[in-house]
């Protein structure tokens, strides 16, 4: 079955350590995104990507990194510059941003926690 | 710019009893509206749209919502709940004519009461 997958699904990270999480698709979907997700504030977009080789920073990129080097995987880097980093990552894909009616598909999503 | 409210951070139902999820809009142009759920430490699952046509859309499970353009409203709705329904509940916008990436309300969680 088609779908995405994000590992690892939980996730520790040290102070001042750079984590990177996984996201896989096998949709054949040209755009991909990346979610923070913070009890009671919804979904924030992190970064996101139309294309291999291409990706644009969202709302709340600081601290992040991405990188779009196949069409299949979008990494989410988190640095240590991110200074509160403990939330529930969530990957989706689309099939491109230019069909705007298309709906976004999830991952089961990674929870980061820094100790 | 484009905006979803979701006004209840929760709603509880008895089961079997309706139940209701609220959402409303603000964008520009016309909407695309979207209603998606969440189970704990899951990610999110797509329910239902609208993109035009027929104001009452059904979905997965047993769901609809109806598309109210001058209340600028998107309802979720289902007849009859089921214990099983209690999830986090997203609803989102997008400007079907804009450039602007979708945009997620803060959620609801619904509880559905044996």
């Known amino acids: 079955d088609g779908g995405i997958t994000q590992s690892p699904k939980y996730l520790f990270r040290k102070e001042g350590q750079n984590v990177t999480l996984s996201c896989e698709q096998n949709l054949n979907h040209d755009a991909m995104y990346w979610y923070r997700q913070d009890p009671g504030q919804g979904l924030r977009l992190i970064y996101y990507s139309q294309i291999v080789n291409d990706f644009q920073k969202g709302d709340i990129a600081e601290g992040y990194s991405v990188s779009r080097e196949k069409k299949e995987s979008f990494p989410l880097t988190v640095t240590s510059a991110q200074k509160n980093p403990t939330a529930f990552y969530l990957c989706?894909?689309?099939?491109?941003?230019?069909?705007?009616?298309?709906?976004?598909?999830f991952g089961s999503g990674t929870r980061l926690t820094v100790v | 710019a484009q905006s979803v409210a979701q006004p209840e951070d929760q709603v509880n139902v008895a089961e079997g009893n309706p139940l209701t999820v609220k959402c409303t809009y603000s964008?520009?142009?016309?909407?695309?509206l979207f209603w998606y759920v969440q189970y704990p430490n899951r990610g999110l699952q797509f329910l239902l749209k609208?993109?035009?046509?027929?104001?009452l859309v059904k979905g997965s499970y047993g769901f609809e919502a109806e598309f109210n353009k001058s209340q600028t409203s998107f309802h979720l709705k289902k007849p009859s709940a089921l214990v099983s329904d209690s999830a986090l509940y997203f609803c989102a916008v997008r400007d079907a004519g804009g450039y602007q990436k979708v945009t997620f309300g803060t959620g609801t969680k619904l509880q559905v009461i044996p």
């Open positions: 989706a894909s689309s099939i491109s941003e230019g069909d705007r009616s298309y709906g976004y598909t």
């Open positions: 609208y993109i035009t046509g027929d104001n």
């Open positions: 964008v520009s142009g016309n909407p695309y």
